[in-house]
């Protein structure tokens, strides 16, 4: 695999075209996450999706291994597909887990990515569900929506 700037421009387009696929995917997560922790959780709209794109993207160090990381996923499949089990969870995790951003953040959207991949299935390769799932994970944890996040924390020292 030979990563290029125009390697990392075709995934930016790629994941922008995912948009409508990958806002009802976060949607879906976040109204059961919502429901799961009593809490409300603003919806995200395929213009917040696309933008937030943009923003990744624009963060060459970031983009280059959202990049790769995404392709590789894309073009993952094992024989018999459990023995690839492990790895497209572990590529799939590294990468929401790099969209979403430093910490706490980056282990939200890690964890977050194993729910959304519980019930993301699409045809193709194996790990190309797990993309799919990584890019919901990874945006919806980097989304506002979340009152938590919305607002100084109390925990913070003047």
Request: charge should be negative; glycine fraction near 6%.
């Amino acid at each position: 695999m030979r990563v290029t700037p125009k390697t990392v421009a075709a995934a930016h387009e790629r994941t922008i075209e995912r948009a409508p696929t990958v806002v009802s995917l976060i949607n879906e997560v976040r109204a059961d996450l919502g429901d799961a922790f009593d809490t409300e959780v603003a919806s995200v709209t395929v213009e917040e999706y696309r933008n937030e794109a943009d923003t990744v993207f624009a963060d060459g160090d970031r983009a280059v291994n959202v990049a790769a990381l995404f392709d590789i996923l894309e073009n993952l499949d094992v024989e018999d597909d459990y023995p690839g089990f492990v790895v497209d969870e572990l590529l799939g995790r590294e990468l929401a887990g790099m969209i979403a951003g430093p910490q706490p953040l980056r282990l939200l959207g890690e964890a977050t990515f194993h729910y959304a991949d519980v019930s993301t299935h699409i045809d193709g390769p194996a790990g190309a569900d797990d993309a799919l799932a990584a890019l919901a994970a990874g945006f919806q944890t980097r989304l506002p929506g979340w009152e938590w996040n919305e607002k100084p924390s109390p925990f913070a020292v003047d």
